[in-house]
């Protein structure tokens, strides 16, 4: 079994990232970790120069952590396999970053008073890529490694021709499509999940009434109770032919054992798909 983690409190996560990435990694600088989760903190509660926290009422601070852990978890099965290519330490270390800065693009600099990160809900993928590029810059990364970096991010867009993506190595595109399945995985399987739904509802509206832009949601909900309604056709339809194809069925190492054990993750999900079936026939 898994064990359980507050993906609440940022240190239980660090730790368990750490512990995975030093039981894969011995030699490793398992430093990377804590500066790591010591950046995320930083931009995520508002101590980044020029920009706010993060008010997105659901890409949250802990929306990202649930991801990461997912991703922590997932790389591990995949390694412990034997699955060719085997990941590199420093592969690792940028998967973390993407999945850490993934959601940067719902930030608002220091002078965006109007409305919530939310509203950049369409095109906060570019901007998490374009803000990947600025900050680790500043820290000093070389340019293949920022190219890493915003190639994995790019992984996470609804609508992403994964054949257009630039990896540089197999290494690279398994690692962008692990973000890409944790991330789904990470927040469908929460136990909150059924719960923050009104939350990532007001996100969608408020995304289709910003105007920077002229684009329209692909997916226009009512209300809550509509996109409760339609969550679990999301998942039949969207993401599980999403993981199973263009993620390449990489959840499945996620199984506990590995091949054939539970799958905590897809189980969670399940049970949060029951709950939302269960209310949305309470509501008819």
């Known amino acids: ?10 240190s239980a996560v660090q730790t368990e990232v750490q512990f995975i990435f030093t039981s894969l990694f011995p030699q490793g600088d398992s430093g990377f970790i804590v500066r790591s989760f010591g950046w995320y903190e930083q ?9 706010q926290a993060i008010d997105a ?28 290519p085997l990941l590199t330490p420093r592969i690792f270390e940028l998967g973390l970053l993407a999945i850490l800065m993934h959601d940067t693009g719902y930030l608002k600099r220091s002078d965006d008073l109007k409305g919530t990160g939310a509203k950049y ?15 680790l810059s500043e820290k000093g990364f070389s340019t293949e490694d920022i190219h890493a970096v915003q190639n994995m991010i790019r ?32 927040q469908m399987a929460a136990a909150d999940y059924v719960d923050k739904l009104p939350a990532l509802y007001l996100e969608f509206k408020e995304a289709s009434e910003f105007k ?10 009512q209300s809550a109770d509509d996109l409760m309604c339609k969550t679990p056709g999301f998942w039949k339809g969207y993401v599980w032919p999403k993981m199973n194809q263009d993620f390449e069925g990489l959840y499945q190492f996620l199984a506990h054992p ?27």
């Open 1 to 10: 079994m898994l064990s359980v983690v507050d993906t609440s409190d940022i």
């Open 43 to 51: 931009l995520f509660r508002g101590k980044y120069p020029g920009f």
């Open 57 to 84: 009422r659901y890409h949250d601070f802990e929306h990202t952590l649930q991801g990461t852990l997912c991703l922590a978890r997932l790389l591990r099965g995949r390694h412990i396999a034997g699955i060719q």
């Open 121 to 135: 809900t369409l095109t906060h993928v570019r901007r998490s890529v374009e803000f990947a590029q600025i900050f």
């Open 155 to 186: 992984c996470t867009g609804v609508n992403v021709d994964l054949n257009t993506i630039p990896f540089a190595s197999e290494c690279e595109k398994v690692t962008g499509f692990a973000l890409g399945t944790s991330d789904l995985l990470g």
């Open 212 to 221: 920077e832009i002229d684009l329209m949601p692909s997916v226009v909900f």
């Open 258 to 284: 590995y091949p054939d054990g539970p799958n905590a993750y897809l189980h969670a999900i399940e049970m949060n798909l029951a709950r939302m079936s269960r209310l949305s026939a309470a509501e008819k």
